[in-house]
């Protein structure tokens, strides 16, 4: 299997592990402070990943030259979190996802400013078609709506954070020395959940750990195990061997799963005007994923 098609299917595996954290999410954001869930999230997944990372790999001292890099990649994926849980306060679950959708077009222009990655014409349309597709989700086919940019008040706070994983995502790139996936992911980790406890230590002090409902220990270690420390890993992975974009174009899917997973849930499934906009993702995602050559900053790499 080629570097490529290894990083389509961890991305694959990726978009289906994200979805559920959205479900669960707007079933636990109500009944904890998302710095202290996000805290806990990044402390479990640290520990999963640094086990994994002492399993295999190892921890090379090496790997923990120049820190502040997994500082600045720590506190992107912390600040993407929280506004995440913030934002499934009061955001739909499907909304929510479509909001998601928006971060390939936004990866494509940072991968432009920070590796000089190129941008296809059809790449372009593939981006313009996925915004919206979102966008028609998002404002659940409401032009009059759209034209008064009616947004809800989760959406726009969870748009703020969808920029900074937008970020994320090239900057795994321009900052990795050749440390192996797991280790990289274990040091941004341990850097971001550090930043979070010193954040939000008062939310972390005053959250009633015991009392806490069920609901929120089964969001927690869901994030934590399969939506943190495998997601983590995967990005990371599918990111060292595809362009920005198509990593994630993958984020495409997420709105489709997520109607899965509320039906699954028992939650219903959205109107039949919510489709149109999921058919245009998923039209957005297969125009995204043909092969276009696109050459990488990273010698070696498959930009396919």
Known sequence: ??????????????????????????????????????????????????TVAMATTGLPRKAFRAPWRYAVLGGLFGIYFVLMFEGLKTAPPVSAAAVFTLTPIMAGGFGWLLLRQRTTPRMVLALAIGAVGALWVIFRADWNALMRFEIGRGEAIYFVGCVSHAVYTPMVRKLNRGEPAVVFTFGMLVAGGILLVLWGWRDIAATDWLALPGIVWITLFYVAIFASAATFVLLQFATLRLPSAKVMAYTYLTPSWVIAWEMVLGNGVPGPVVFVGVALTILALWLLLRDDAVPLRQPGSQGT
């Open 1 to 50: 299997m080629t570097p490529g098609a290894q990083g389509h299917l961890a991305m694959l595996a990726f978009s289906a592990l994200v979805a559920g954290s959205f479900s669960l999410g707007s079933l636990a954001a109500n009944e904890i402070a998302p710095a202290a869930l996000n805290a806990a999230r990044f402390a479990i997944a640290a520990v999963i990943i640094g």
